[in-house]
């Protein structure tokens, strides 16, 4: 099994691929560069969406795990839909099935959410709803972290220290997220 996983430090912080790897026994390539859009993925004139349009022209993959700059559905949600609906549709030309890697609201109470002047609450509902759509729109399969993370923050520290990222178990709740979705399609197909 290959995964392709497209994204930003989202995705590469704390070697989450290699986890998702050990999980589910694939082989993970990840295109990620910090804080780049998944509309960077899509321009063949930078390095990034030169080296993702390759991989998605003459490779094959069976899953491709998708994931925006974090705050990307909110406050560009056109660009976001836009460059979901059109990396879908390469991925399964690739013969393979999306994923949304649906990513976390700030950490409540952080100086980042603070500054942007957002509740965590909305922060966290309006990705997941934004999320959630682009999945139904495209007939993609969707990864919630962000809920996992709204639904496990109280009681774990799944945040580095700038409020943004995860830390280590924050990764691994992302890995364990995405394999859990994979396993359950796997085990759904005839």
């Keep these: 099994m290959r995964i392709l996983m497209l994204g930003n430090s989202f995705t590469s912080t704390n070697h989450m691929p290699q986890m998702l790897a050990a999980l589910t026994c694939a082989q993970v390539v990840h295109h990620t560069r910090g804080g780049a859009r998944l509309s960077e993925h899509l321009n063949p004139n930078t390095k990034l969406g030169a080296r993702t349009q390759a991989a998605l022209r003459q490779e094959h993959w069976d899953y491709v795990v998708l994931q925006e700059m974090s705050h990307g559905p909110i406050t560009s949600s056109k660009s976001f839909f836009s460059s979901i609906e059109r990396l879908c549709n ?56 962000g809920r996992q993370f709204y639904e496990l923050s109280d009681t774990e520290e799944l945040y580095a220290h700038d409020g943004v990222h995860p830390n280590k178990r924050g990764s691994c709740i992302a890995a364990e997220t995405i394999a859990a979705i994979i396993q359950t399609h796997k085990e759904r197909q005839p």
């Design 90 to 145: 390469q991925a399964r030309e690739s013969g393979a099935l999306p994923i949304l890697y649906a990513t976390w609201a700030y950490q409540k109470g952080g100086n980042k959410l603070t500054a942007k002047g957002w509740k965590y609450e909305k922060m966290a509902r309006k990705l997941s709803e934004t999320y959630h759509k682009a999945a139904q729109e495209n007939h993609a399969l969707i990864a919630d972290v």
